[in-house]
């Protein structure tokens, strides 16, 4: 498949996954959660959906499978870009305030969004090891 394909579909899913996890951390944190596991809830919500869609349609082809191996390298990838997200918005909110987490929530997922797509394209879907 063709990198313009891959980022097309990688784009459009994951501007559902971006609604779903901003959808989910801003609810639970309007409803008086703190930002840090309101924003790993919303990275939940979003990442169920995408693995899945991402795997099946993204990413699809003969050297790329949804498998045991390919689930634990999005596990890892997962976890270290949850980590870097619920940083900073823990930072943001702490400096400037909820509502500018809020804001900063889509620019912060866009620059982990392009570092995912190049793992998932080369590392998380492949076949081999």
Same mark, same amino acid.
Do not use: C, I, K, N
């Given at each position: 498949m063709t990198l313009a394909r891959h980022? *097309?579909?990688?784009?459009l899913i994951g501007g559902v996954?971006?609604?779903?996890?901003?959808?989910?951390m801003v609810g639970l944190s309007h409803l008086g959660m703190a930002v840090e596991p309101a924003n790993i809830f919303g990275r939940i919500a979003g990442a169920l959906l995408g693995y899945w869609l991402n795997g099946r349609f993204t990413f699809a082809g003969d050297d790329t499978?949804?498998? *045991?191996?390919?689930l634990q390298r999005f596990l890892m990838m997962w976890l270290c870009t949850t980590a870097v997200s619920t940083w900073a918005m823990g930072s943001i909110d702490d400096w400037f305030g909820l509502k500018w987490a809020w804001l900063a929530k889509p620019g912060v997922e866009f620059l982990l969004g392009v570092i995912g797509f190049v793992l998932s394209r080369h590392w998380v879907y492949q076949k081999k090891p």
């Open positions: 980022a *097309r579909h990688y784009t996954q971006w609604l779903v996890d901003w959808g989910v499978e949804v498998g *045991r191996t390919q």
